[in-house]
């Protein structure tokens, strides 16, 4: 006897992603209830948060730009598998559209749903486990070359509300819920440094200029300002950093100099707009690193590891220059070199970005 479909529904919604995906093959039914019914959806994210069973992964993209001609590539890697790196940890992702012509810029990730824009004018939304793609209304940005493009995007519980911030020439925000874009008439003490924001307390967080960070409230549309651990007078000023949130849901900060010989260090804001709460976290150094000439390019917490986007170093003895000439990340778990996968690809202009699965979209 078959079971009614209400608990049908209720067992399956206890199901993983990557399952439910599979299943979407059993029936038509079983398909529409997994890719198109937004309240199934919903209540298999929460169950899985619940549980606390959310499936972490690592979309890394070598997008398109005015350089680096051809089709973009996108690979979803498995953070949570001991063998980070691995093929068999490893998916190729088909791009829902069409093949793009223009640059394209992952802006960021918010309950398994990916944020990007084309030639920084054309903002769409993409799930990469259910391949759902929208192209969000038309923003009208003023776009100048002159002015640093920075984002950030967050959820807000309270609204059941996505909002996309874009910084260029002006401070617009786009909200879900609205479908439509607003210019901000506030603007913050100082421009931000780092280029995506990081989402926490339903916040946007960005490293800004002056040894600060530029935080922006979601829910009131306000910025705020807060301040990075004085480690200056123990390191150089550094060239690469980010801001990560640790799987305690504590702001973190990370930063090398950006050489090999060098270290990465990790700090943990153990209480939120605390300055005093500041405390390092760890210092790690290659003793062996992964290629003869190598740098650090950003270093982002992921929950309990630290990711290193690193870099080869061709230097071209002709021109007296040195440029990247393929890219990867590296996993580390604590501070232990032997615990480390690395994950490698030739070329340039690669970004990552860390998303959870999902079987949520966007619809108006």
Known sequence: MALPEEITVIILSWLPVKSLIRFTCVSKRFRSIILSDPNFAKSQFHAAHDRKILHHRLLCARLLCSFTPGLPLFKSLDLETP??????????????????TTSISLLGSCNGIVFL????????????????FKELPDPGLLYDENHSFRYGVGYLSATDEYKLFIRSAQYSVFSSRAQTWKRLEVFPESCPFSIRGTLLNEALHWISHGNGVMAF??????????????YYDEYNINQCADLGVTAEGCLSFAFSTGHASDCICVWVMKEYGVLDSWTKLFSFKFLCPPKDQWGFGSVVVLGTSI????????????????YADGTGWIKILHKEEDKRGMYWIEGSN??????QESLLRLDD
């Open 83 to 100: 063998s980070f790196g691995h093929h068999s940890s490893v998916r190729e992702l088909k791009f829902p559209s069409p093949s793009p």
């Open 117 to 132: 824009a084309f030639s920084k004018k054309v903002f769409c939304v993409w799930n990469p486990s259910t391949g759902f």
């Open 217 to 230: 409230d979601l829910a009131q549309e306000k910025f705020r300002k807060m301040t990075l651990p004085d």
């Open 307 to 322: 990711a290193a986007h690193i870099y080869n170093v061709i230097e071209d003895e002709d021109y007296g220059t040195s």
């Open 350 to 355: 690669i970004n990552m970005i860390q998303y």
